[in-house]
Nanobody, 126 residues
Framework: QVPLVESGGGLVQAGGSLTLSCAVSGRTFSLYHMGWFRQAPGKDREFVTGISRSGDLTVYADSVKGRFTISRDNAKNTVYLRMNSLKPEDTGTYYC???????????????????WGQGTQVTVSS
């Protein structure tokens, strides 16, 4: 088991910014590709962004490209999600996830991720 703990969610006005953090326990953080997903009420969980084990590869959903930035600090076992220019449609519960896959494939697929955090709520008011 790999415990993941998200933090940093909250209430923000449209146009504002938030930074989410996901702390991962254990010594093997650098072996996992990491991803952020979100789920709005009544909707399916959707991919937001992912980052490779070394941090040299990233991918974003079209809906957040140019506004969100994922990063990781392998020395601190933490992955971050910087969210700028937030919109009401960004509202939801944000989950970080860890994928033990040895290859950078299908990173948008939630099924690739073995470990999940409990989620942190982000609410963007209009």
């Amino acid at each position: 088991q790999v415990p993941l703990v998200e933090s940093g969610g909250g209430l923000v006005q449209a146009g504002g910014s938030l930074t989410l953090s996901c702390a991962v326990s254990g010594r093997t953080f650098s072996l996992y590709h990491m991803g952020w997903f979100r789920q709005a009420p009544g909707k399916d969980r959707e991919f937001v962004t992912g980052i490779s084990r070394s941090g040299d590869l990233t991918v974003y959903a079209d809906s957040v490209k140019g506004r969100f930035t994922i990063s990781r600090d392998n020395a601190k076992n933490t992955v971050y999600l910087r969210m700028n220019s937030l919109k009401p449609e960004d509202t939801g519960t944000y989950y970080c996830a860890a994928s033990p896959s040895p290859t950078w494939v299908n990173v948008r697929d939630a099924g690739q991720y073995q470990y999940w955090g409990q989620g942190t709520q982000v609410t963007v008011s209009s």
